[in-house]
């Protein structure tokens, strides 16, 4: 029997913090007026001390699952589509996975900058068709506001902080995930790009200096980049899904720049009002503006059981992608005793977690002692024998 691949939960979690472009305007030599005629956008949320991206990560998948009805046990596999890692390692997934309580879910990052969430849900609606998993999270969670250059007025403008999440489960009724593009261009790479801090540039005193721990970005030729792709790949993956531009009701475009999104509907000759748009108010958050998008326009009834919609985004890399997904989930509310007992799994999860730090320290106690007590193998070459022969 076919399975198909179903968004059945989604939300997403923003920052408090407001920085509008007047705030901005103290801190570099910009204006309200200049930001909003070249990008759309009025204001963005900044991560406080309190906020990560795990954390802002946890609230959107937290709100998906009380709308899903999945419980995080039942949840086989967690992806994290970020640009803004917690660490190198372990994954930001990982953490997530044990706040959530997930008990049997694979966790791991995906690192497509901006494209990262279409990637994402591609593979997990791939995993899921093959029979592999039932239900998957998938989350964009980005604190970019960690990562940009506050000096640079051509950068800083543009970023803000959030996260989304989609819960993606297993069904046999037709719909779900239809297709997918997924393309990239390396040698496009230095376009966008955190020069330092990786292992090609290790972090250094310099390198803290000269600021190459931050966003660098040749502005035009990523706009060049993005008008051109985003109409196309759009094009690919509605051909893919043996659609036409007529079967889709709403288009979800990377929120990088108001101007992209008009060249793309100008590219396609759809109207601006079957795209959802949300710049104004949280800017480009990388892997997290389309989930945000999606749930902003699922809350405010623009999206509807039957309704076809793509997804497209664009990013460092340079990466792009597109999506046809088939809604199939009613939007309605979540009922207070599910919030409730989200809360319960949680406060469960956060005790667990403890519990295991704990066993896992005793173990360490226990065997430190049983090891002590042990003659040394003086069949294993260690440093100091090394040394003597
Ligand atoms: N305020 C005032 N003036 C500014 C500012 C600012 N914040 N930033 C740049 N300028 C100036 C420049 O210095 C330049 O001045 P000059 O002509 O005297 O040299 C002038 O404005 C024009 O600069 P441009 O770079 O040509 O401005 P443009 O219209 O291209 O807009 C922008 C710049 C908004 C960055 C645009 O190029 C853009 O949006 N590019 C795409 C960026 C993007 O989408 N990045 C995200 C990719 S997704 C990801 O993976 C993270």
Known sequence: M????????????????????????????????????RTGIRE????D??????????????RALERSEVRPRDVDLIIVATSTPEHLFPATACLVQDRLGART?????????????????NMAAQAIRSGSIDNALVIGAETLS????????????????????FLLQAGEKPGGVLSCVMRSD?????????????????????????????????????????????????????????LKLDDIELVVPHQ???????????????PLNRFVINIERYGNTSTASIPIAVTEAAEAGRVHPGDHLVLVGFGAGLTWGAMVLQWVTPERPVPARRRRLSALWSTVARLRSGLRRLARW???????????GKEPDESRPSPKTEDRR
């Open 44 to 47: 963005r949320r900044l991560a």
């Open 146 to 165: 960690r990562i940009v250059n506050w000096d640079d007025r051509s950068t800083c403008i543009l970023f803000g902080d959030g996260a989304g999440a």
């Open 49 to 62: 001390k309190h906020d990560t991206t795990a954390s802002l990560a946890l609230q959107a998948a937290q």
């Open 362 to 372: 005793l173990e360490g106690l226990l065997w430190g002692a049983a090891s002590a």
């Open 186 to 242: 390396g040698s496009g790479g230095d376009l966008l790009s955190v020069p330092a801090g990786g292992s090609r540039i290790p972090t250094s005193l310099e390198t803290v200096r000269r600021k190459l721990h931050g966003i660098q970005m040749n502005g035009r030729e990523v706009f060049r980049f993005a008008t051109r792709v985003m109409a196309s790949a759009t094009q690919e993956a509605v051909q893919a899904a043996g």
């Open 256 to 270: 990088a720049n108001l101007r992209i999104i008009e060249a793309a509907a100008r590219g396609l000759r759809l």
């Open 105 to 121: 879910a694979g966790a791991f990052d995906l690192s497509a900058a901006c494209s990262g969430f279409i990637y994402a849900v």
């Open 2 to 37: 076919a399975r198909y691949a179903h968004v059945t939960g989604w939300g997403m979690a923003v920052p408090e913090l407001v920085l509008t472009n007047a705030d901005l305007a103290l801190m570099v030599d910009t204006t309200d007026e200049w930001i909003v005629d």
